[in-house]
């Protein structure tokens, strides 16, 4: 009896490792096609319309993250730019903006005036430090703004809501 119990075991083992060697391949296969297929959308998150207007599509959630961490533009360009905030939390809790700012402006240094300046939304009343900004978002919300690329360089930008300017940031390049 213990014999043919032995030899059962020994069957199933040797039938499972077989097939779950078999089930192995199709899975890699699989997974080459996902990755392909989440690459594609990322590209067209800053468009140039048939009217030469660069259409930036930022996006935020209830993470301190933008979708996009470069923006590249030509001098002069017409830029629209629309934020959107994904997540569910409150503007007071997880409130996000963009802020470009000029060059020359650290972001620590801007970053610390704009907390101070709650009651502003995070901007610091009468600042020449910026070249444009959208008003603060909560979750679910979106807004649209428009302006014009300045000289050649590279500027920052920043969320100006407290500590968010850490992680949210990024560079717009004017060639
Ligand atoms: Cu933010």
Redesign the pocket.
């Known amino acids: 009896m213990k014999h043919i119990l032995t030899a059962i075991v020994c069957i199933t083992f040797f039938v499972s490792c077989g097939k779950s060697k078999e089930e192995k391949v199709p899975v890699k296969a699989k997974k080459t096609t996902v990755i392909k297929t989440k690459k594609a959308p990322k590209k067209e998150m800053v468009v140039v319309d048939a009217d030469g207007i660069v259409n930036v599509n930022m996006i ?1 959630s209830d993470r ?1 993250k933008f979708n996009l961490r470069k923006i590249t533009v030509k001098a002069g360009q017409k830029i629209k730019l629309t934020l959107t905030h994904t997540g569910k939390l409150d503007k007071r809790v ?4 963009v802020v470009f700012l000029k060059q020359g402006v650290k972001t620590s240094v801007f970053a610390s005036k704009a907390a101070a300046a709650k009651e502003n939304d995070y901007i610091p009343e009468g600042t020449s430090a910026v070249i444009a900004y959208t008003k603060m978002l909560g979750g679910g919300e979106t807004t649209t703004i428009a302006f014009t690329a300045p000289a050649a360089g590279t500027y920052d930008y920043i ?1 100006s ?1 407290p500590a ?1 300017y850490a992680m ?1 940031k990024g560079k717009l390049i004017v060639e």
């Open positions: 935020t301190m997880m409130g996000h903006n969320c809501f968010h949210m």
